[in-house]
């Protein structure tokens, strides 16, 4: 079974700077989906960044970037420039589009505090 | 405006006092999803439905049912709520076996 780890249950920036977001996952898949959601104090989940595996090239959205490394089973985020608005939940999710559940998996969370 | 549309946002209700959470989309997605979120666990998925008719069990389905008569609504049912469904439920819908998955707004459910 796929499984998705974010190692850091919190963190914090100051405004401006930069910061990374762990997220390591396992899969006996080589096809396979991965995103960035962010959920704000009002709890909508927000897609933030979508990778698919058979993409070398790391996805990119404005201040958001990742670093993908698929040997190492590994998406990290990065968030340049930190706003404000910036602070929230932050869920890394798995996706296989094989079968008939492609049920997003997500890991635990890491709550993110950008800081004036 | 492509969206997904739950009601009620909050609810309180009392153990065994049958309820149904409704989740509306306008986007004609075939797939639709019922999650739950609980602190430290992220979010679980409850039932998925892959087209009118087609429901099938999540991760987590014990005390909950699901219908898709048709193909915009996707109604989660909680026929006897005991206080471990407390929790904020999440409907969801996408297009397709990979797209973009969109979430409601949520729905906070507390049952004592």
């Known amino acids: 079974a796929q499984t998705v780890t974010q190692s850091q249950p919190e963190m914090s920036v100051q405004e401006a700077e930069t910061v990374t977001l762990s997220c390591t996952y ?38 958001f970037s990742v670093n993908f490394q ?29 079968g008939s559940q492609g049920n997003l998996i997500f890991g635990k969370g890491t709550k993110l505090s950008v800081k004036p | 405006e492509a969206q997904v549309t739950q009601n009620p946002r909050y609810l309180i209700t009392v153990t065994g006092k049958k309820l149904t959470v409704t989740c509306s989309q306008n986007m004609n997605h075939e797939y639709m999803s019922w999650y739950r979120q609980d602190p430290g666990l992220g979010l679980r998925q409850i039932y998925y439905s892959m087209n009118v008719e087609v429901t099938d069990k999540g991760d987590v389905p014990e ?7 048709e193909k915009r609504n996707f109604p989660l049912i909680l026929e006897s709520p005991s206080p471990n469904q407390t929790s904020l439920y999440f409907c969801a819908s996408r297009y397709g076996t990979a797209g973009e998955q969109y979430f409601g707004p949520g729905t906070r459910l507390t049952v004592t």
């Open chain 1, 26 to 63: 396992d899969t006996s898949e080589n096809n396979y989906y991965l995103f960035w959601y962010k959920q704000p104090p009002s709890r909508q989940m927000i897609l933030v960044i979508r990778q698919e595996a058979y993409k070398q090239q790391n996805a990119t959205e404005n201040r």
């Open chain 1, 70 to 98: 698929k040997a190492a089973k590994s998406f990290s985020l990065k968030i340049s420039d930190s706003q404000l608005g910036d602070t929230a939940m932050y869920f890394c999710a798995f996706m296989s589009p094989r």
């Open chain 2, 63 to 69: 005390g909950y049912k699901v219908s898709r008569k």
